[in-house]
Protein backbone atom coordinates (compact mmCIF):
# COMPACT_ATOMS: atom_id res chain seq x y z
CA UNK A 1 0.00 0.00 0.00
CA UNK A 2 1.29 3.53 -1.09
CA UNK A 3 1.90 5.47 1.96
CA UNK A 4 0.00 9.38 1.37
CA UNK A 5 1.70 11.99 1.35
CA UNK A 6 1.23 14.63 4.90
CA UNK A 7 1.20 17.14 2.19
CA UNK A 8 -1.78 16.79 -0.20
CA UNK A 9 -3.92 18.59 0.81
CA UNK A 10 -1.96 21.74 1.15
CA UNK A 11 -1.40 24.48 -2.21
CA UNK A 12 1.90 25.47 -0.84
CA UNK A 13 4.81 23.43 -1.92
CA UNK A 14 6.29 21.25 0.53
CA UNK A 15 9.42 22.96 -0.01
CA UNK A 16 8.17 25.66 1.43
CA UNK A 17 6.37 24.34 4.68
CA UNK A 18 9.99 22.54 5.62
CA UNK A 19 11.96 25.25 5.30
CA UNK A 20 9.21 27.55 7.05
CA UNK A 21 9.20 24.36 9.66
CA UNK A 22 12.80 24.21 10.30
CA UNK A 23 13.82 27.91 11.09
CA UNK A 24 11.16 28.23 13.44
CA UNK A 25 12.39 25.14 15.07
CA UNK A 26 15.83 25.28 14.81
CA UNK A 27 17.00 28.71 15.12
CA UNK A 28 15.86 31.18 18.29
CA UNK A 29 13.42 32.79 16.00
CA UNK A 30 9.82 34.01 16.99
CA UNK A 31 6.78 33.10 14.15
CA UNK A 32 7.08 36.98 13.04
CA UNK A 33 10.34 36.61 12.47
CA UNK A 34 9.94 33.41 10.26
CA UNK A 35 7.43 35.32 8.34
CA UNK A 36 9.74 38.61 8.04
CA UNK A 37 12.39 36.20 6.83
CA UNK A 38 9.76 34.30 4.16
CA UNK A 39 8.78 37.89 2.89
CA UNK A 40 12.21 38.59 1.89
CA UNK A 41 12.40 35.60 -0.06
CA UNK A 42 9.05 36.34 -1.94
CA UNK A 43 7.01 34.21 0.62
CA UNK A 44 3.74 35.83 1.70
CA UNK A 45 2.09 33.90 4.53
CA UNK A 46 1.34 35.20 7.76
CA UNK A 47 2.70 33.87 10.89
CA UNK A 48 -0.25 31.99 11.93
CA UNK A 49 0.27 29.41 9.07
CA UNK A 50 4.02 29.31 10.62
CA UNK A 51 2.31 27.83 14.08
CA UNK A 52 -0.29 25.22 12.32
CA UNK A 53 3.04 24.10 9.98
CA UNK A 54 5.07 23.73 12.71
CA UNK A 55 2.26 22.08 14.98
CA UNK A 56 0.93 19.78 12.02
CA UNK A 57 3.95 19.20 10.33
CA UNK A 58 7.01 19.22 13.30
CA UNK A 59 5.72 15.92 15.18
CA UNK A 60 5.99 13.85 11.81
CA UNK A 61 9.10 15.50 11.08
CA UNK A 62 10.86 15.06 14.14
CA UNK A 63 9.17 10.99 14.70
CA UNK A 64 10.41 10.40 11.03
CA UNK A 65 14.19 11.28 12.44
CA UNK A 66 14.05 9.88 15.25
CA UNK A 67 13.11 6.40 13.74
CA UNK A 68 16.04 6.50 11.22
CA UNK A 69 17.87 7.21 14.38
CA UNK A 70 17.21 4.76 16.62
CA UNK A 71 18.17 1.89 15.38
CA UNK A 72 21.21 3.19 15.28
CA UNK A 73 22.09 3.98 18.38
CA UNK A 74 20.88 0.83 20.04
CA UNK A 75 23.97 -0.55 17.77
CA UNK A 76 26.18 1.26 20.39
CA UNK A 77 29.28 0.26 22.35
CA UNK A 78 29.83 1.14 25.97
CA UNK A 79 26.86 3.36 25.74
CA UNK A 80 26.71 6.06 28.04
CA UNK A 81 24.15 7.93 29.28
CA UNK A 82 23.69 11.44 30.57
CA UNK A 83 20.49 12.42 33.05
CA UNK A 84 19.59 15.72 33.69
CA UNK A 85 16.92 17.92 34.59
CA UNK A 86 16.23 21.60 34.04
CA UNK A 87 13.47 24.04 35.92
CA UNK A 88 10.96 25.64 33.51
CA UNK A 89 8.14 28.20 34.54
CA UNK A 90 4.82 27.19 32.91
CA UNK A 91 2.66 30.25 33.67
CA UNK A 92 5.02 31.20 37.19
CA UNK A 93 4.35 27.82 38.48
CA UNK A 94 7.46 25.79 38.24
CA UNK A 95 7.60 21.97 36.39
CA UNK A 96 10.78 19.64 35.33
CA UNK A 97 12.12 19.09 31.95
CA UNK A 98 14.11 15.78 32.41
CA UNK A 99 16.38 15.06 29.70
CA UNK A 100 18.90 11.99 28.37
CA UNK A 101 21.42 12.67 26.44
CA UNK A 102 24.31 10.13 25.18
CA UNK A 103 28.35 10.12 24.89
CA UNK A 104 28.08 12.07 21.92
CA UNK A 105 25.41 14.55 22.63
CA UNK A 106 22.70 12.87 20.74
CA UNK A 107 19.14 13.97 22.94
CA UNK A 108 17.81 10.50 23.40
CA UNK A 109 14.20 11.63 25.54
CA UNK A 110 12.67 14.60 27.23
CA UNK A 111 9.96 14.65 29.69
CA UNK A 112 8.24 17.20 31.46
CA UNK A 113 6.73 16.38 35.25
CA UNK A 114 5.46 18.92 38.08
CA UNK A 115 7.89 17.29 40.35
CA UNK A 116 11.41 15.22 40.34
CA UNK A 117 10.34 12.86 43.26
CA UNK A 118 11.29 9.07 42.63
CA UNK A 119 7.93 8.94 41.05
CA UNK A 120 8.70 11.05 38.50
CA UNK A 121 12.17 10.16 37.70
CA UNK A 122 11.37 6.10 37.19
CA UNK A 123 8.59 7.73 34.51
CA UNK A 124 11.71 9.10 32.50
CA UNK A 125 14.09 6.64 33.01
CA UNK A 126 11.03 3.64 31.82
CA UNK A 127 10.27 5.92 29.08
CA UNK A 128 13.39 6.06 27.92
CA UNK A 129 14.45 2.54 27.96
CA UNK A 130 11.45 1.45 26.13
CA UNK A 131 12.31 3.55 23.20
CA UNK A 132 16.24 3.32 22.95
CA UNK A 133 17.07 0.48 25.23
CA UNK A 134 19.68 0.17 28.27
CA UNK A 135 23.02 1.92 28.71
CA UNK A 136 25.88 0.40 29.77
CA UNK A 137 26.66 3.87 32.07
CA UNK A 138 24.02 5.53 33.65
CA UNK A 139 25.54 9.47 34.64
CA UNK A 140 23.58 11.26 36.85
CA UNK A 141 23.48 14.39 39.77
CA UNK A 142 23.06 13.72 43.36
CA UNK A 143 19.53 14.11 43.56
CA UNK A 144 18.27 10.83 45.56
CA UNK A 145 15.41 10.34 43.04
CA UNK A 146 17.71 9.06 40.43
CA UNK A 147 19.15 6.67 42.83
CA UNK A 148 15.59 5.58 43.86
CA UNK A 149 14.49 5.17 40.60
CA UNK A 150 17.05 2.99 39.57
CA UNK A 151 16.85 0.22 42.37
CA UNK A 152 13.27 -0.13 40.87
CA UNK A 153 14.52 -0.96 37.37
CA UNK A 154 17.99 -2.46 39.07
CA UNK A 155 20.48 -0.28 37.37
CA UNK A 156 21.85 0.63 41.17
CA UNK A 157 25.38 -0.96 39.91
CA UNK A 158 25.31 1.46 36.81
CA UNK A 159 24.71 4.70 38.06
CA UNK A 160 27.66 6.98 38.34
CA UNK A 161 27.67 10.48 40.14
CA UNK A 162 30.22 13.16 39.97
CA UNK A 163 30.48 17.03 40.13
CA UNK A 164 31.86 17.33 36.50
CA UNK A 165 31.44 14.09 34.83
CA UNK A 166 27.55 15.26 33.92
CA UNK A 167 28.59 18.44 32.17
CA UNK A 168 27.26 16.95 28.69
CA UNK A 169 23.80 16.23 30.02
CA UNK A 170 23.97 20.44 31.35
CA UNK A 171 25.43 21.49 28.12
CA UNK A 172 22.62 20.19 26.05
CA UNK A 173 20.09 22.34 27.84
CA UNK A 174 21.43 25.75 26.09
CA UNK A 175 19.83 25.15 22.83
CA UNK A 176 16.39 24.69 24.93
CA UNK A 177 17.52 27.86 26.98
CA UNK A 178 18.18 29.94 24.29
CA UNK A 179 15.03 28.68 22.01
CA UNK A 180 12.67 29.50 25.22
CA UNK A 181 13.76 32.98 25.57
CA UNK A 182 12.77 33.26 22.16
CA UNK A 183 9.26 32.47 22.73
CA UNK A 184 8.85 34.30 25.80
CA UNK A 185 8.51 31.06 27.93
CA UNK A 186 5.55 28.47 27.45
CA UNK A 187 1.92 28.65 28.70
CA UNK A 188 1.19 24.90 28.86
CA UNK A 189 2.91 21.50 29.56
CA UNK A 190 1.19 20.04 26.57
CA UNK A 191 2.84 22.36 24.18
CA UNK A 192 6.22 22.60 26.01
CA UNK A 193 6.38 18.94 26.26
CA UNK A 194 5.33 18.94 22.29
CA UNK A 195 7.96 21.41 21.54
CA UNK A 196 10.90 19.98 23.32
CA UNK A 197 10.85 16.51 21.37
CA UNK A 198 10.70 18.07 18.22
CA UNK A 199 13.01 20.31 19.28
CA UNK A 200 15.48 17.62 20.59
CA UNK A 201 14.89 15.11 16.97
CA UNK A 202 15.81 18.19 14.60
CA UNK A 203 18.76 19.73 16.90
CA UNK A 204 20.13 15.85 16.70
CA UNK A 205 19.70 15.92 13.39
CA UNK A 206 21.52 19.35 11.96
CA UNK A 207 24.18 19.02 14.86
CA UNK A 208 27.42 18.09 13.11
CA UNK A 209 29.73 18.78 15.63
CA UNK A 210 32.36 21.14 13.72
CA UNK A 211 34.72 20.94 16.57
CA UNK A 212 35.49 17.08 15.48
CA UNK A 213 35.83 17.39 11.83
CA UNK A 214 37.88 19.91 9.18
CA UNK A 215 35.98 22.35 7.28
CA UNK A 216 35.50 19.78 4.12
CA UNK A 217 34.39 17.12 5.93
CA UNK A 218 32.16 19.32 7.92
CA UNK A 219 30.21 20.64 4.59
CA UNK A 220 29.87 17.29 3.30
CA UNK A 221 28.04 16.55 6.62
CA UNK A 222 25.70 19.49 6.75
CA UNK A 223 25.25 19.19 3.17
CA UNK A 224 23.67 15.90 3.85
CA UNK A 225 21.46 16.51 6.76
CA UNK A 226 20.20 19.57 4.52
CA UNK A 227 19.61 16.42 1.75
CA UNK A 228 17.82 14.33 3.99
CA UNK A 229 15.65 17.16 5.76
CA UNK A 230 14.01 18.23 2.19
CA UNK A 231 13.29 14.21 1.37
CA UNK A 232 11.26 14.42 4.88
CA UNK A 233 7.57 13.23 4.49
CA UNK A 234 8.18 12.10 0.89
CA UNK A 235 6.11 8.75 0.61
Same mark, same amino acid.
Given at each position: ??????????????????????????????????????????????????????????????????????????????????????????????????????????? #??? !? +?????????? /???? =????? *????????????????????????????????????????????????????????????? #??? !? +?????????? /???? =????? *?????????????????????
Amino acid at each position: MTKRSPFRYFKTSPEIIRLAVMMYVRFPLSLRNVEDLLHERGIDISYETVRFWWNRFGPLFAAEIRKNRVSQMRAYSNWQWHLDEVFVKINGETHYLWRAVDHEGEV #LES !F +VTKRRDRKAA /FKFL =RKTMI *RHGSADVFVTEKLRSYGAAMKVIGNVDKQETGRWLNNRAENSHQPFRRRERAMLRFRRIRS #LQK !F +VSVHASVHNH /FNQE =RHLYN *RSNFKLNRAAALTEWRSLGVS
